[in-house]
C-alpha cells in the first residue's frame, strides 16, 4: 500500500499526514474526493466523520478540536443527538446517495464480509450501549420503544408467506443483540470510558499511519486485534470470525451457514453499477451470511421476485438499508475499522433511525418496503417514485415482479450486503470506491424519530415539487449514472474546516474550497496609516526650492529702468518740439515755392485726374466725408482741389457721412473749396449744387442700407429741421433715386475699415458709376490694392496725392503750400533721428573706451 | 447654452442675409434684407444713446467722487450740455452750429495728432538708446528711407537719374505688399468670422 497520498489535483504524492499539497496547495484532507482518486487509499483518519460532527457543532475543522472537548462533549447527555441532529443539518442529500448506490466496493473475500457484519454489530450494540449510557432518564425508554418497533417495521413491507419467516429471522439475532444491549446498559462506565478513551487517541494514531487501516484488514477482520477484546463478553462470544479469517467459513455459526444454499448467485451479464463489481461474485458470499439472513434472502425475494431464478441473492429490503449504510460508513469513517463500541452504539442507533421513519412517513404511491419509503424526498424521487417505480418495487406491493427489470431484491442486496463490500473496500478496493461510499451513516433516513419528522415537514413541498418533474427523466436514471453526482453532494462537510469558495476561473472553475489560501489571503487589518508628511530626500528638497524660487521670479514682474534724468527727457522733448514748430512756421511762411520739389507721383492719380475730368457737367456726385476732425488738416489739402474742380464743372455735391462729425466737416470743406475758387462769379452756389445727407448711424451696416435703398438709408439730411425740406427733393439730387444715379461716388477717408467698407457695401451696388478715394497717407497702402484690383477707379493718397494732383491741373492749390512745409518737417525729423544716432553712438563708443581703459 | 434665443435670432439673420447676396430671390432682397437693415441701423442708432448716457453717467460718478481730476469731467459734462442744446436749439444744419465743430474738435484733434508727431521723432532719436540690436537697427534704416521717399527727396537729392523712377516706384510699392498680406488676413479673418456667428459658434451677443 502506498504510504503516500495523491494530490486530487496535480495528482503528485504527498505525505500521507499532509493536508495540503505541497506542489499546488491544494487542500487534501477536506475534500471528500479522497474518495474520488482511485490512488487514494481509505481515510487515514478513521475519526474523521466523528471530527466533523463535532466541528458542525462548533465550527471548528476537525483536526482542531482539542483533545479536552470530546470528553466534555462525552459527558453531555444529549451528545450523541447533538451530532445527530447537526449531521442532519449539514447533509441532506447523503442519504438520497446511499441508497442510490451504496456500493461501490468490490468484496471478494467472503470471510472478511462475514466478521465484519459481526463487528458491526458488536460496534452498533456498543455504541448502543454507550449512546443509551448518555441519554437521559427520559430518552432511554423512547429509545428501548424504538428498538423494539424496529423488528415490527421489518415486518410490515413482507409478504404473508414469508412474514414469519422473517419474524424469526429478525427476532433471533436482533433481539439477541437489544438484549444484550439491555442487559449491557447499566454497566459500570469504565467500560464505555475505554472506548472514548480510544476515540480520544485515534486521531493521534490514525492520522501517521492511514495506511494501517487499508494494508491490514480492518480490526473487525483481524482476529489478532488486541481492540477485539474490548467487546462485549456477548459479543466476544457470539463473534465466530475472531479466529482466522480463512476457517471463518467453517467456524460460522448454523444459523449462518443456513444461508449459503439459499443465496442466489448474481445474474451474469445484469447491469449493475460500476462501483459494484462485487456482484459477480455472490455466490461465493453466500456461505457468509448468517443463517437468519440467508433464510430471510429466499423470502424476500420470493416476495419481490417470484420468478427469479433460485441462484440469486436475495436479501431482505431492511438489510439493503442497512447494508448501505453500513458502506458508506465503512467508507466515509474509519469507523468498521475499530472495535469501538461508540462506533457499535452508532450503527444500532443508525439501524433504529432508519428503520423507525418507516412508521410514520406514509408510503403511499411508493414502494412498500419500510426503508425506502422513509427515506428522503430525494430518495422517493429517483427511479422509484410514482408511476415509474420499478416493476420489482411495484412488486413488493403486487407480489409480482415485472418483466425484463432487474429486480431489486436481486441487484441490491448484493451491492448493498454489508457482508460483501465492507470488509474489501479498505485494503484492496479503496480505489476503486466512489463517492457514494462515503454517505454519512448519520444519514436522513437515520434520523431519530423527533429528527425525521421536522425533516419530513420541510421536505414534503419539496418533494411534492420534485415529483412533479420526476415524471420527465430521473425515473429512467439508472442507478449507477445516479451515482455520478458530485462527492460534494453526498460528501459529509463540515461548514467549518471546508472552503465553500467556488473557483471562478482558470483551469479550477466549478471546484469548491481546492485552493485554501484564499482564506488565507483574505485577512482584514486595519487599513494603514499614511502620513501627510511627503518624504524626500535632502536632494529632493534642494530641487523642490529652486523650483519654487525659480517660479517666484517668474511671477515678478520685471522692474523697468528708471531714467536717470527726468528732466532732461522734457527738456529733449521740448527742444524737438520747438524744433518741429520753427521749422514749419518758417517754411509755411514761406508761401509757395515756384519751383517746389516734385512728390512722387502716384500711379493711381492719374485715373482718378481722368476720371473727374470724365464727368458730365451737372452731374450729381456723392460726396462720402468720412474722416475724423483730427486728420481734417490733411485730408482737407489732399481733396480741395478735386473738390474745387467739381465745383468748376457745375457739378451737382451731395454730402453724406458715418461719422457723427462729418456733416459739419464736409460743411467746412464744401465752404473752403467755394471761397477759395472765388466760384461765386460763376454761378455756383452751394444751396443749390450741395446737399447734406446728414449722418448714417450703424457705421458699416448702413453703408449697406445706403447701397440697397439710399432714400431709406439718409431719409432727413440735416437740412430738413433747418428748412423742413426732403433732402431728395433738393435740387441738387434731382433725378437720383439709387446709387447708380450719381456720376460718380468719392469717399474721402482717414480709415482704412472705412474705406473698405465703402468699397465692399457699397461699390457693388454702383454699377457702372466709378467709385474715386481720397485717403490720408496712413491709410493709402491699405487701400491701394483696391485700386489695383479695379474696384475703385482712382486714388488720391494724403499731401503728396494732391500736390501732384494740382500738379496735373496745373493749378497751384493748398496741397503745395502745405507741402513745403511737409517736406520740411520730414527733413527736421530725419536730422533729429540721426543726431541721435550719433550720439548713441559716441556714448557707446566712449563707454567701451572707458571699460577697456578700466580693465 | 447661452441666450439661445439670441443666437437664433443672429443665425437666422445671418442667413437670410447671406442667401440674399447670393440668391436673386425678391423677397429676400427687396424687403427682408432691407428691412432687417434698417432694423440693424436703427438698434445702432439706440446704442449710439446708450453710449451717450454711459459716458455721462461716468462723469458724473467721477464729479460726486472726492478725488483729484474731477475737473475735466465736469468740464466734459458742462460742454456736453452747451453743445446738446446749442444743437437742439439751432439744428446741425446751422453754420455758427457747425463751427463749434470746426473750431474746436478739429484743433484738438489735430493738436493730439502734432504731440504724436513730436513723440514719434523724440523716440526716433533715441530709438539706440534703448535697443542696440538688429531690429533696431532694420527699423532705423527703414524709417529713413521712407521718410525721404514720402518727402520727395529722391528726386531733390538725386535728380533725374536713370532708372531713379522704377527705384521710386519700387520703393512705394513695398508698403502696398505689407498691406495686400494684411487686407487678405482680413478678408480671411472676417469670413471665418461671420461663418463661426452664422454656426453659433461664436457668440459675441450672448453677453
Not at chain 1, 455466490?283 to 425475494?301: I, T
Not at chain 1, 470724365?614 to 486728420?631: F, N, R
Not at chain 1, 503750400?817 to 536730422?831: L, M, N, R, T
Request: overall charge negative.
Amino acid at each position: 500500500m502506498p504510504e503516500t497520498k495523491r494530490c486530487p489535483m496535480c495528482g503528485k504524492p504527498n505525505p500521507a499526514d499532509a493536508e495540503v499539497c505541497q506542489y499546488c496547495q491544494a487542500q487534501l484532507k477536506p475534500i471528500v474526493g479522497d474518495a474520488k482518486t482511485p490512488e487514494t487509499p481509505a481515510p487515514k483518519d478513521e475519526m474523521d466523520w466523528l471530527r466533523e460532527l463535532a466541528g458542525s457543532e462548533e465550527s471548528q475543522p476537525a483536526n482542531e478540536i482539542p483533545e479536552e472537548t470530546e470528553p466534555a462533549a462525552l459527558e453531555d447527555d444529549s451528545f450523541l443527538l447533538n451530532r445527530l441532529r447537526s449531521s442532519s443539518n449539514i447533509e441532506d442529500e447523503a442519504p438520497k446517495e446511499a441508497d442510490t448506490a451504496p456500493f461501490s466496493v468490490p468484496d471478494d473475500s467472503e470471510e472478511e464480509g462475514n466478521a465484519d457484519w459481526l463487528h458491526i454489530l458488536e460496534e452498533s450494540s456498543a455504541r448502543k450501549e454507550s449512546a443509551d449510557h448518555d441519554l437521559s432518564a427520559e430518552e432511554k425508554p423512547d429509545l428501548d420503544k424504538w428498538l423494539e418497533t424496529l423488528d415490527k417495521d421489518n415486518e410490515q413491507p413482507l409478504s404473508s408467506d414469508t412474514q414469519e419467516t422473517d419474524e424469526t429471522i429478525k427476532k433471533k439475532p436482533r433481539r439477541k443483540i437489544t438484549d444484550r444491549l439491555k442487559k449491557e446498559e447499566h454497566e459500570p462506565e469504565t467500560e464505555m470510558n475505554g472506548w472514548l478513551n480510544t476515540l480520544r487517541e485515534e486521531p493521534d494514531q490514525a492520522a501517521p499511519e492511514p495506511m494501517e487501516a487499508t494494508d491490514s484488514p480492518a480490526p473487525f477482520t483481524s482476529p489478532a486485534n488486541d481492540e477485539n477484546e474490548a467487546l462485549p463478553d456477548w459479543l466476544n462470544s457470539e463473534t465466530p470470525f475472531s479466529g482466522d479469517l480463512k476457517a471463518a467459513d467453517t467456524t460460522l455459526p448454523d444459523w449462518l451457514t443456513e444461508e449459503k444454499p439459499e443465496e442466489a448467485p448474481a445474474a451474469p451479464g445484469e447491469p449493475v453499477q460500476a462501483s459494484q463489481p462485487a456482484q459477480t461474485d455472490q455466490p461465493a458470499q453466500k456461505s457468509d451470511l448468517p443463517d437468519w439472513l440467508q433464510d430471510m434472502a429466499p423470502d424476500s425475494a420470493a416476495a419481490a421476485a417470484p420468478e427469479a431464478s433460485a441462484g440469486q441473492e436475495v436479501m431482505p429490503s431492511w438489510l439493503q438499508d442497512e447494508t448501505s449504510d453500513a458502506a458508506s460508513m465503512e467508507m466515509d469513517s474509519p469507523m468498521f475499522g475499530d472495535s469501538d463500541s461508540d462506533d457499535q452504539a452508532d450503527l444500532l442507533s443508525g439501524f433504529h433511525q432508519k428503520e423507525k421513519p418507516a412508521e410514520e412517513v406514509p408510503t403511499e404511491g411508493l414502494s412498500a418496503d419500510p426503508f425506502t419509503s422513509a427515506v428522503s424526498a430525494e430518495v422517493s424521487d429517483a427511479p422509484f417514485k410514482g408511476e415509474d417505480l420499478p416493476d420489482w418495487i411495484k412488486s413488493q406491493e403486487d407480489g409480482t415482479p415485472a418483466e425484463g427489470e432487474i429486480p431489486a431484491a436481486e441487484a441490491e442486496p448484493l451491492s448493498a450486503s454489508p457482508f460483501m463490500e465492507n470488509e474489501q473496500s479498505e485494503p484492496e478496493t479503496a480505489g476503486e470506491t466512489t463517492s457514494e461510499s462515503y454517505a454519512h451513516p448519520f444519514a436522513a433516513d437515520n434520523l431519530p424519530d423527533w429528527l425525521e419528522t421536522e425533516e419530513a415537514s420541510e421536505i414534503l413541498p419539496e418533494q411534492a415539487a420534485k415529483e412533479e418533474t420526476a415524471d420527465l427523466a430521473p425515473a429512467q436514471l439508472p442507478g449507477w449514472l445516479a451515482a455520478m453526482r458530485p462527492v460534494e453532494a453526498v460528501a459529509p462537510e463540515s461548514p467549518g474546516s471546508l472552503d465553500e469558495r467556488i473557483e471562478k476561473s482558470g483551469p479550477l472553475a466549478g471546484l469548491r474550497g481546492v485552493l485554501p489560501a484564499d482564506k488565507q489571503t483574505i485577512k482584514y487589518r486595519k487599513p494603514p496609516v499614511y502620513s501627510v508628511k511627503l518624504k524626500m530626500t535632502e536632494t529632493q528638497e534642494a530641487h523642490a526650492g529652486m523650483l519654487e524660487e525659480l517660479l517666484k521670479n517668474e511671477n515678478k514682474p520685471s522692474s523697468a529702468k528708471r531714467e536717470s534724468a527726468q528732466g532732461s527727457k522734457r527738456l529733449m522733448q521740448l527742444v524737438v518740439a520747438l524744433v518741429l514748430i520753427v521749422v514749419l512756421i518758417i517754411f509755411r511762411g514761406a508761401g509757395l515755392v515756384d519751383t517746389p520739389s516734385r512728390p512722387y507721383l502716384s500711379p493711381f492719380v492719374t485715373p482718378f485726374y481722368d476720371q473727374i475730368e470724365s464727368l458730365t457737367a451737372g452731374s450729381p456726385v456723392l460726396l462720402a466725408v468720412d474722416y475724423e476732425p483730427g486728420y481734417a488738416g490733411e485730408l482737407k489739402a489732399a481733396s480741395n482741389a478735386a473738390i474745387q474742380r467739381l465745383m468748376q464743372k457745375q457739378q451737382r455735391i451731395a454730402v453724406i457721412s458715418t461719422v457723427p462729425a462729418g456733416p459739419a466737416l464736409a460743411e467746412d470743406l464744401l465752404q473752403q473749396a467755394y471761397y477759395s475758387q472765388q466760384m461765386i462769379d460763376s454761378g455756383y452756389t452751394l444751396n443749390t449744387h450741395t446737399i447734406s445727407l446728414g449722418y448714417l448711424p450703424g457705421g458699416i451696416t448702413s453703408l449697406k442700407e445706403l447701397a440697397l435703398r439710399p432714400k431709406q438709408a439718409a431719409r432727413y439730411g440735416l437740412t430738413v429741421t433747418h428748412d423742413g425740406l426732403i433732402p431728395w427733393d433738393h435740387p441738387a439730387l434731382e433725378g437720383v433715386n439709387s446709387l447708380t444715379d450719381f456720376a460718380a461716388v468719392i469717399v474721402i477717408t482717414d480709415s482704412v475699415d472705412t474705406g473698405r467698407g465703402w468699397v465692399e457695401q457699397v461699390q457693388p451696388a454702383l454699377g457702372s458709376t466709378p467709385m474715386l478715394l481720397i485717403s490720408s497717407a496712413q491709410a493709402a497702402p491699405m487701400l491701394e490694392p483696391y485700386v489695383q484690383s479695379g474696384q475703385l477707379s482712382g486714388m488720391l493718397s494724403g499731401l503728396a496725392g494732391s500736390v501732384s494732383y494740382e500738379n496735373i491741373l496745373q493749378q497751384p492749390g493748398t496741397g503745395q503750400s502745405y507741402w513745403i512745409a511737409f517736406q520740411g518737417g520730414i527733413a527736421v525729423v530725419i536730422a533729429l533721428i540721426l543726431v541721435g544716432i550719433l550720439l548713441e553712438l559716441f556714448v557707446i563708443l566712449i563707454t567701451s573706451r572707458r571699460t577697456q581703459s578700466e580693465a | 447654452m447661452k441666450a439661445p434665443v439670441a443666437t437664433a435670432i443672429a443665425i437666422s439673420v445671418a442667413v437670410i442675409l447671406l442667401m440674399g447676396s447670393f440668391l436673386p430671390i425678391p423677397l429676400l432682397q427687396d424687403v427682408l434684407q432691407p428691412y432687417l437693415l434698417a432694423c440693424a441701423v436703427i438698434v445702432a442708432g439706440v446704442a449710439t444713446l446708450i453710449g451717450i448716457y454711459n459716458l455721462l453717467s461716468v462723469h458724473l460718478g467721477k464729479l460726486n467722487a472726492p478725488k483729484a481730476g474731477n475737473l475735466y469731467s465736469l468740464f466734459l459734462l458742462l460742454a456736453f450740455l452747451v453743445t446738446f442744446i446749442a444743437g437742439l436749439w439751432f439744428t446741425p444744419a446751422d453754420a455758427g452750429f457747425q463751427r463749434v465743430v470746426t473750431h474746436i474738435q478739429v484743433p484738438v484733434e489735430t493738436s493730439l495728432l502734432a504731440v504724436l508727431a513730436i513723440s514719434l521723432t523724440y523716440t526716433s532719436l533715441r530709438l539706440l538708446k534703448k535697443r542696440q540690436d538688429m531690429m533696431a537697427w532694420v527699423f532705423v534704416v527703414s524709417t529713413f528711407v521712407f521718410l525721404i521717399a514720402t518727402g520727395g527727396y529722391i528726386g531733390l537729392l538725386l535728380g533725374d537719374v536713370p532708372g531713379l523712377r522704377g527705384f521710386s516706384n519700387f520703393i512705394n510699392s513695398l508698403p502696398m505688399a505689407g498691406a495686400r498680406g494684411i487686407l487678405l488676413g482680413v478678408g480671411l479673418g472676417s469670413l471665418t468670422t461671420g461663418l463661426r456667428i452664422v454656426f453659433g459658434a461664436d457668440r459675441p451677443y450672448s453677453g
